[in-house]
């Protein structure tokens, strides 16, 4: 099994997994990307991989491959648009915009979802006014279709906090020894936070939910931007996936696989990219707290930095950024690591593995 911080990975590059619709406004023609994957075992008559997206517009998607080692582009279909059951409940606008879906997952179990009392957890990010916040569907499959709970699961309510401005790029987790729900998500500030290099950055924060609570409570922040000159997490944090440290090889308890930027958002930018400017940048953290809810450092370098991506790689359209990224451990203990790579709006997915 690749070591996590006891040796270096080395990663190959397998280029496009998922391509944007070439037809301006048809479903995935902007964004494809922000993958979430779990196993879905009413897939065929064995079962297979269910990846839930962030596909613009309208703003998700999935797609399913019925290979235990969806390595290629050719091993995944790209079905379309989730379906939920009460549309109307979505928060933002007319047409109820909501994006980046994540499905609540086990902790122990990387790529397993969480069934809690019979139900399958999604959660989402829509737009109420100025403001992104979090909602929660349920279903009693991965399929769905999914139904939206009335309650916003996770709102700004501060507009000093460092998420006062939005609740983004949400992951959640199901520890059914506490019966209790684990949220992750990138806070975006509304003022300057008291920090020396990157007062405006987003920070990643975590937010729980006791089973029969209606709404998650705020914790605070786990993962600012660092404060090191240069550190490839120095302007903004990004999204998050929670791993067991013991599924990849590590010594540490925990791992968080995100993106991030050395690149601090300017308040005075006009680009539609200012609040996560260039690079965006994949990398770890680690936490040996039995309760990862604290105690979250960063590693020190990134993935891959992107003067390294290889010419063919960048030929295949890797530039600029590799945004959210998803590890996908497969059952030869292989490391599958899917991401969305492009210019800010124009992504798609791409996928390295360990060698």
């Known amino acids: 099994m690749p070591q996590l911080f006891t040796s270096p990975l080395s990663w190959r590059h397998q280029g496009r997994v998922l391509t944007r619709s070439p037809h301006q406004g048809q479903f995935g023609s902007s964004v494809v990307g922000d993958p979430c994957i779990v196993w879905d075992e009413t897939l065929g008559t064995r079962g297979g991989w269910r990846m839930i997206l962030f596909a613009d517009p309208p703003g998700h998607g999935q797609a399913i491959s019925y290979k235990m080692h969806p390595i290629s582009a050719g091993d995944w279909e790209l079905l379309g648009p989730l379906s939920f059951t009460n549309p109307e409940a979505i928060l933002g606008g007319p047409e109820g915009y909501t994006h980046k879906p994540f499905v609540v997952m086990d902790p122990q179990r990387p790529n397993q979802a969480a069934c809690v009392n019979g139900r399958y957890y999604l959660l989402t990010v829509s737009f109420p006014r100025d403001h992104k916040v979090v909602q929660r569907a349920w279903s009693t499959q991965l399929a769905g279709p999914w139904t939206i709970e009335p309650e916003v699961l996770i709102a700004p309510e501060d507009e000093s906090a460092f998420d006062g401005k939005h609740i983004d790029a949400i992951s959640g987790y199901y520890f059914a020894d506490r019966e209790e729900f684990v949220y992750f998500y990138m806070g975006y500030p509304q003022r300057a936070q008291d920090r020396r290099i990157s007062p405006f950055g987003s920070a990643q924060g975590v937010a729980t939910q006791r089973v029969g609570e209606a709404r998650a409570t705020r914790r605070g922040v786990i993962l600012a931007p660092s404060e090191r000159e240069g550190h490839w997490s120095s302007g903004y944090v990004g999204g998050f996936q929670l791993l067991p440290g013991s599924s990849v090889g590590s010594p540490h ?87 969305n790579s492009g210019s800010y709006g124009q992504e798609q997915l791409y996928l390295k593995l360990t060698q």
Do not use: K, M
């Open 253 to 339: 308890r925990w791992i968080g696989l995100l993106n991030a930027s050395p690149t601090a958002p300017d308040p005075a930018d006009t680009a539609i990219s200012r609040e996560e400017p260039p690079p965006s940048l994949g990398g770890f953290a680690y936490c040996d707290e039995e309760w990862p809810v604290q105690g979250w450092r960063w590693s020190d370098e990134p993935i891959e930095w992107v003067a390294d991506i290889p010419e063919a790689a960048v030929a295949e359209g890797e530039r600029v950024n590799q945004w959210r990224h998803h590890l996908l451990v497969l059952p030869d203990g292989q490391l599958a690591l899917f991401y």
